[in-house]
């Protein structure tokens, strides 16, 4: 059964952290004319409002993504302002990108993309909106297992959970331990929380002790509400995209001063 909805959460400072890393590699994989292959084991719905129920329940959004843009944390021509330029030009000015939507920016005719959404309700408005992409209803590590390695070999794999179980943080490194075996050309890049208890620790230890040379970006910020659990995000990447370093860099001292 799952409950976790990502329209509460859209365009927080955690979607933020995920969606510049990720729009940076995107821009930097596809500035080579070579097709490539992009992966979402764990898609969402695609676009957002702003302006809805959900996001102004939570108030997350106006703590990330607006503030960041109205203090000017995204330079103009950063890739993320750019696809969200986009997508405000297409679906009015509180839309904001999910994942799928920011790939869907950047990916050319050539570029093979399949996405896995496993809710109902989310798996059918991401249909109205990837039509660039192959959808998957079923569970995400299963569609990357059969795919991997995909066609074309350079690519993408983003693997963003929503942790609605403890066991997701245990299975995650198997997860990639057997991923990145079969893909090892693969950028694969992984999305996960940080929280006041610690939960993520024993699987980022477990992930660092199997993929040394991967990257691993980490920024900390105050709790939506008073008492949440969320103090932070977490991208682990392996074979990050030369220069993705500095970028994770540059929005670590962003994140800092908040
Ligand atoms: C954090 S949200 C995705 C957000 C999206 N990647 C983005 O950045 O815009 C996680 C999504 O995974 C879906 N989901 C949960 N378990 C899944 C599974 N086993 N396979 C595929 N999707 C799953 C949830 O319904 C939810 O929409």
């Given at each position: 059964?799952?409950?976790?909805?990502?329209?509460?959460?859209?365009?927080?400072?955690?979607?933020?952290?995920?969606?510049?890393?990720?729009?940076?590699?995107?821009?930097?994989?596809?500035?080579?004319?070579?097709?490539?292959?992009?992966?979402?084991?764990?898609?969402?719905?695609?676009?957002?409002?702003?302006?809805?129920?959900?996001?102004?329940?939570?108030?997350?959004?106006?703590?990330?993504?607006?503030?960041?843009?109205?203090?000017?944390?995204l330079p103009e021509?950063?890739?993320?302002?750019?696809?969200?330029?986009?997508?405000?030009?297409?679906?009015?000015?509180?839309?904001?990108?999910?994942?799928?939507?920011?790939?869907?920016?950047?990916?050319?005719?050539?570029?093979?993309?399949?996405?896995?959404?496993?809710?109902?309700?989310?798996?059918?408005?991401?249909?109205?909106?990837?039509?660039?992409?192959?959808?998957?209803?079923?569970?995400?590590?299963?569609?990357?297992?059969?795919?991997?390695?995909?066609?074309?070999?350079r690519g993408l794999?983003?693997?963003?959970?929503?942790?609605?179980?403890?066991?997701?943080?245990?299975?995650?490194?198997?997860?990639?331990?057997?991923l990145s075996g079969?893909?090892?050309?693969?950028?694969?890049?992984?999305?996960?929380?940080?929280?006041?208890?610690?939960?993520?620790?024993?699987?980022?230890?477990?992930?660092?002790?199997?993929?040394?040379?991967?990257?691993?970006?980490?920024?900390?910020?105050?709790?939506?509400?008073?008492?949440?659990?969320?103090?932070?995000?977490?991208?682990?990447?392996?074979?990050?995209?030369?220069?993705?370093?500095?970028?994770?860099?540059?929005?670590?001292?962003?994140?800092?001063?908040?």
């Amino acid at each position: 059964m799952l409950s976790y909805q990502h329209a509460y959460h859209a365009g927080n400072l955690a979607d933020l952290h995920k969606h510049a890393l990720l729009a940076w590699m995107l821009d930097y994989l596809t500035a080579k004319p070579k097709p490539l292959s992009y992966l979402e084991t764990h898609a969402g719905r695609g676009l957002y409002d702003l302006s809805g129920a959900e996001s102004a329940k939570t108030g997350e959004a106006r703590a990330g993504i607006t503030r960041a843009l109205a203090e000017g944390w995204l330079p103009e021509d950063h890739p993320l302002n750019q696809a969200l330029d986009q997508i405000r030009t297409l679906h009015g000015p509180a839309a904001y990108a999910g994942s799928p939507l920011i790939a869907r920016y950047f990916l050319r005719p050539e570029d093979n993309a399949h996405l896995a959404e496993l809710h109902p309700a989310e798996h059918a408005a991401l249909a109205q909106v990837a039509g660039f992409a192959h959808l998957h209803a079923q569970d995400g590590f299963q569609m990357a297992n059969a795919l991997c390695p995909p066609t074309p070999r350079r690519g993408l794999l983003l693997i963003d959970p929503s942790y609605e179980v403890k066991a997701d943080y245990e299975s995650v490194p198997r997860h990639i331990a057997k991923l990145s075996g079969k893909w090892n050309v693969g950028v694969i890049a992984l999305w996960y929380p940080i929280l006041t208890d610690n939960r993520q620790a024993p699987m980022v230890r477990a992930l660092m002790r199997d993929h040394p040379e991967a990257l691993l970006s980490e920024v900390r910020f105050p709790p939506a509400r008073p008492g949440h659990g969320m103090v932070g995000s977490g991208m682990f990447v392996i074979n990050p995209p030369y220069g993705l370093e500095a970028e994770a860099a540059r929005l670590a001292t962003l994140y800092a001063g908040l």
